[in-house]
Structures are given as structure tokens and as C-alpha cells.
């Protein structure tokens, strides 16, 4: 069997297909920037609010991760789910646990996401917050029902991550509830 050579020059479906490529690849620039005037039109016009780019990441995920609360708002006016993992088996919920970002932290919470989700590695949100000592993100995590005393599949709890990469300040906040 042949593998099939590249279309001709001029190939209107080729150029096509690099057309809808470069738009796909604004559309995420849109969420990384927080472009949320951009994406509203978009979404608006019937862009799926839940599309996701080739390492699973939501255009939520981007938004969330990259402390765009206004894009990650109007996200989720039109759909988004702020429950849906990326590959690495992370929320939207996580990224901004682990950048430390209290407002979207709480938008996310607010629309939906749960405290305790956790991906097939069975980290939570908690867990990132503890690791990279974020303890405004822990508390809120804690106070909207994370279970401190959960593990990963591992083993590992919120307060072992935090010991081990040598966060003091939430290692200390769980181990007060531990």
C-alpha cells in the first residue's frame, strides 16, 4: 500500500483545511488571550463552547488557566463544562488551583465544577492548591466541601503534596484539620 502523496498546489481542499486550521487555532488564541468579546461572538454564531485542542484542553481549560475570569464567564454563559478533563486528567478547576487564581477558582465553583473532582490519577484540585501552597485556593476548596483527608492513587493526600514540595503555609492549614 502507497502512502498518499500531498494534494497538488492550488487543491481547494487542501487550502481549505489549512483555512480551517489557522481559524481553529484563533479560536483557541481567543481563550489563552481572554478575548471574551472575541469568543462571545463566536459562540454566539454556534462555536462549540466545549472544543478542545489536540492535548484535550477545553477552551475553558485555557481561559481558566491562563486567569481570564471574563473569558472563562462568558464560556460558561454559553455551555462550557467546567467539569471536563484535559488528557492529563485535569479540570478547569485544577488550572486555576495550580496558578492560584481565587476569582476564577470561585466562578468555576460557582458554575458548577465540583470541589473534589479528580482525574484518573485521582488528584483534586485541593491537592494542586497544596503543592504549589496557594492557601486562599485550599481554604475556599475546603470551605465548598473538598475533602482534605482524600488521596490520590497514589496515596497521597493534600497535606503529604504539600509536605513534600515544601509549601508551609498550606501544609500548615491541613494539617490543622487533619
Same mark, same amino acid.
Do not use: C
Given at each position: 500500500m502507497q502512502a498518499s502523496s500531498p494534494?497538488?498546489? $492550488?487543491?481547494?481542499? &487542501?487550502?481549505?483545511?489549512?483555512?480551517? /486550521?489557522?481559524?481553529? #487555532?484563533?479560536?483557541?488564541?481567543?481563550?489563552?488571550?481572554?478575548?471574551?468579546?472575541?469568543? $462571545?461572538?463566536?459562540? &454566539?454564531?454556534?462555536?462549540?463552547?466545549? /472544543?478542545?485542542?489536540? #492535548?484535550?484542553?477545553?477552551?475553558?481549560?485555557?481561559?481558566?488557566?491562563h486567569g481570564h475570569l471574563d473569558a472563562a464567564r462568558v464560556l460558561l454563559e454559553h455551555g462550557a463544562d467546567p467539569e471536563l478533563l484535559n488528557d492529563a486528567g485535569q479540570t478547569p478547576l485544577h488550572g486555576a488551583a495550580f496558578k492560584g487564581d481565587l476569582a476564577v477558582a470561585t466562578l468555576l465553583l460557582d458554575r458548577g465544577a465540583r470541589p473534589d473532582s479528580a482525574g484518573p490519577g485521582g488528584k483534586t484540585a485541593l491537592?494542586?492548591?497544596?503543592?504549589?501552597?496557594?492557601?486562599?485556593?485550599?481554604?475556599?476548596?475546603?470551605e465548598r466541601g473538598a475533602d482534605p483527608r482524600a488521596v490520590d492513587a497514589d496515596g497521597v493526600s493534600a497535606l503529604d503534596a504539600a509536605r513534600r514540595m515544601g509549601a508551609p503555609d498550606t501544609a500548615a492549614l491541613l494539617a490543622q484539620l487533619a
Open positions: 494534494a497538488p498546489a $492550488g487543491n481547494k481542499a &487542501a487550502e481549505l483545511d489549512e483555512a480551517t /486550521l489557522e481559524w481553529v #487555532r484563533k479560536v483557541f488564541q481567543h481563550a489563552r488571550g481572554g478575548e471574551a468579546e472575541a469568543l $462571545g461572538a463566536l459562540l &454566539a454564531q454556534g462555536l462549540p463552547p466545549n /472544543l478542545r485542542n489536540e #492535548r484535550g484542553d477545553s477552551l475553558l481549560m485555557l481561559a481558566s488557566y491537592m494542586f492548591a497544596a503543592m504549589f501552597n496557594r492557601v486562599e485556593i485550599a481554604r475556599l476548596l475546603i
